[in-house]
Every structure is written in structure tokens, then in C-alpha cells.
């Protein structure tokens, strides 16, 4: 089963603090996501990755950066974090976008901003 | 992109088959249906998907109307652990855009 790992299941920061939340997985798939979800709202895409050094913005990019300089990992970076990032971040995988590729997603990272 | 409706709160009682119901009335012919769910503080996890035939497997049975536009999710034999948010989302065969909605909570009771 294809794996995707998330570096911290719960974090901490205060408001202007740089966060990075990092996310691997383990089956060579070409594309990567980070999506966030918050109560009422579903899970709404951030950023999305198709390749290594590739990326394009998803719905709700404003306040975010990604980077994928190896195909396995995919970091989200807030840049200055804002107490209106508080929120479940999730990332996941899939193959390819052809066909019916399947998303596979990691446990989730629960960030307060404070 | 076609979007989904999903009633927002479901009861099933244990040992007997949940049917979640989607409504995907604007989807297009190259476009999948998947079904996931999530259970409380987790990711969400993928349960099965189709296109136009109806799917089974070892979880549950994906039941696709004819005219494509509403799909019903099957678990046989509900058990307290298939208590989660079940998320019905349509994707398009070489698009990167999942969309998800708001799901069904399902809770299941002894």
C-alpha cells in the first residue's frame, strides 16, 4: 500500500512564525496535493504538484508556498503564519491524473496558530 | 467541474446496510465518481470508485444510475467502526482537481 507520511500531526506557532510541513510518500507518484480542511467548509486544495520542481495553485493559495525538490516530497510553507491558518492541513498523493488514479492521503496536521 | 450533493446527516443502525446517496447531476462522460470516508481526526480514506458500471469490493458496492447523474455508496453490514464523513467527489480522467464537498455523516447505532 502506497504510504503517505506527514512530519507532525499537531503543531504550535505563533502568529509571524514561519511553518513548513513536510509530507513523503512512498510509492513514486507523480503528483502531490495539500489541501486544508475546516469545519463546514470540506476540504478545499491549496497547491498541487505534477512533477518535481512543478506546481500550480489550487483553490486557496494566498499565504502559501510549496516545494518539491525531490519527486517523494512535498513541502507547504507558511510564510507568516496568521491565526486564520489554523486549520487541518492534509496532503496526499496519487499516480497520475489519467484514469481513475485513486488519492491516497496522510493522517493529517493539525496546526493552531496563535 | 461537475459538483456534488450529499445529505449531510445519516442514521443506520448496526448489521444492516447503509445507503448513502449522491447527487452528481452536471457530470460529464469522462468523469469518475469516488467515494471516501473519514473517520474523526484522521485523512480520508478511499473506499471505490467508478465510471459507469456499478463496482464492488471488500468494502462496499458502488451503485452508478444509467443516466450517471446520482450514485448510491452500499455498505453491506454497517458496524460502529463505519461511523464517519463519506465523501462522494467527481473527478475528470487527465484533470488534478478532486472535489470534495461537505460529505455525509454517517453514524451508525447499536
Known amino acids: 500500500d502506497v504510504k503517505v507520511t506527514q512530519s507532525s500531526r499537531y503543531l504550535v506557532k505563533r502568529t509571524g512564525e514561519k511553518v513548513f510541513l513536510e509530507c513523503v510518500q512512498d510509492m513514486d507518484h507523480e503528483n502531490m496535493f495539500w489541501y486544508r480542511q475546516d469545519p463546514g467548509l470540506g476540504l478545499r486544495l491549496i497547491y498541487f504538484?505534477?512533477?518535481?520542481?512543478?506546481?500550480e495553485k489550487g483553490d486557496i493559495p494566498e499565504g502559501y508556498s510549496v516545494s518539491r525538490e525531490k519527486k517523494e516530497r512535498f513541502s507547504l510553507i507558511l510564510e507568516s503564519a496568521s491565526t486564520n491558518q489554523t486549520s487541518m492541513y492534509l496532503c496526499?498523493?496519487?499516480?497520475?491524473?489519467?484514469?481513475?488514479?485513486?488519492?491516497?492521503f496522510g493522517a493529517g496536521s493539525r496546526l493552531t496558530v496563535l | 467541474d461537475a459538483k456534488t450533493t450529499q445529505p449531510p446527516s445519516m442514521d443506520c443502525a448496526e448489521g444492516r446496510a447503509a445507503n448513502l446517496p449522491c447527487n452528481h447531476s452536471t457530470i460529464s462522460g469522462n468523469e469518475y465518481v469516488y467515494w471516501y470516508r473519514q473517520i474523526h481526526s484522521q485523512g480520508p480514506q478511499y473506499i471505490i470508485h467508478g465510471l459507469k458500471n456499478n463496482e464492488t469490493n471488500e468494502m462496499a458496492s458502488l451503485i452508478i444510475t444509467e443516466d450517471r447523474k446520482s450514485s448510491t455508496l452500499i455498505l453491506p453490514h454497517a458496524t460502529l467502526r463505519d461511523t464517519a464523513v463519506y465523501y462522494c467527489?467527481?473527478?475528470?480522467?487527465?484533470?488534478?482537481?478532486?472535489?470534495f464537498g461537505t460529505g455525509t455523516r454517517l453514524k451508525v447505532l447499536a
Open positions: 496526499a498523493s496519487s499516480l497520475s491524473s489519467s484514469g481513475a488514479n485513486v488519492l491516497t
Open positions: 467527489i467527481v473527478r475528470a480522467s487527465g484533470t488534478y482537481k478532486y472535489i
Open positions: 504538484s505534477y512533477d518535481v520542481k512543478m506546481k
